[in-house]
């Protein structure tokens, strides 16, 4: 199975300021079709994973454009411009790519200052 | 909007089975793949396999092999997840997932004596 590994395990972040996120998977994760099957969530206290960006970069309907995913093959970052007190919560990267099984990293945990 | 909307929290004992219904609505439920995920108190998120709707192929994660049966009622939008021989370890919430994208609410399921 594809191992995900997430860095840092956890971040505090003030308010205003920037955040990067770091993924890396043991295979890369490009497939045939040109696509790498990336998808980053955030799990709010209390409730369910909620999608930010799916395959690498694109932006899931409703999402704050100050989130942004980037990366290519085995190393992938999401990127929070200014972090805003709502961001708080556990961010899970996920490949799709390798089924089955679909595997997640670790989470990070943003905690705002 | 999408929903899926999941039955309610269940206890059982050991050796039980449970079975979890995640009815969806707002878009054409044979059109996503539908997978189910969980999640143990205070721990990161396990994949368990996935089902196509359209015909109902199933994909299992090895782990969940001979213990789980994903199955779905296209009459009624739904899909469902039992898993047989119940341990104590199975304690978690339970998640389907549209093809990545929509989660529902979960269902905590709890193995106790």
């Known amino acids: 199975d594809i191992v995900m590994t997430q860095t840092p395990l956890s971040l505090s972040v003030t308010p205003g300021q920037p955040a990067s996120l770091f993924c890396k998977s043991s295979?890369?994760?490009?497939?045939?079709?040109?696509?790498?099957?990336l998808y980053w969530y955030l799990q709010k206290s209390g409730q369910s994973p909620q999608l930010l960006i799916y395959e690498v970069s694109s932006r899931f309907s409703g999402v704050p454009d100050r989130f942004s995913g980037s990366g290519s093959g085995t190393d992938f970052t999401l990127e929070i411009s200014r972090v805003e007190a709502e961001d708080a919560g556990v961010y899970y990267c996920m490949q799709g790519m390798h089924l089955p099984p679909w595997t997640f990293g670790q989470g990070t945990k943003v905690e705002i200052k | 909007q999408v929903q899926l909307v999941q039955s309610g929290a269940e206890v059982k004992k050991p050796g039980a089975s449970v079975k979890v219904s995640c009815k969806t609505s707002?878009?054409?439920?044979?059109?996503?793949?539908m997978h189910w995920v969980r999640q143990a108190p205070g721990q990161g998120l396990e994949w368990l396999g996935w089902i196509n709707p359209n015909n109902g192929d199933t994909n299992y994660a090895q782990k969940f092999q001979g213990r789980v049966t994903m199955t779905r009622d296209t009459s009624i939008s739904t899909a469902y997840m039992e898993l047989r021989r119940l341990k104590f370890d199975d304690t978690a919430k339970y998640y389907c997932?549209?093809?990545?994208?929509?989660w529902g609410q979960g269902t905590l399921v709890t193995v106790s004596s």
């Open positions: 997932v549209r093809s990545g994208f929509s």
């Open positions: 707002g878009y054409i439920f044979t059109r996503y793949s």
């Open positions: 295979q890369s994760l490009l497939q045939s079709d040109g696509k790498t099957y």
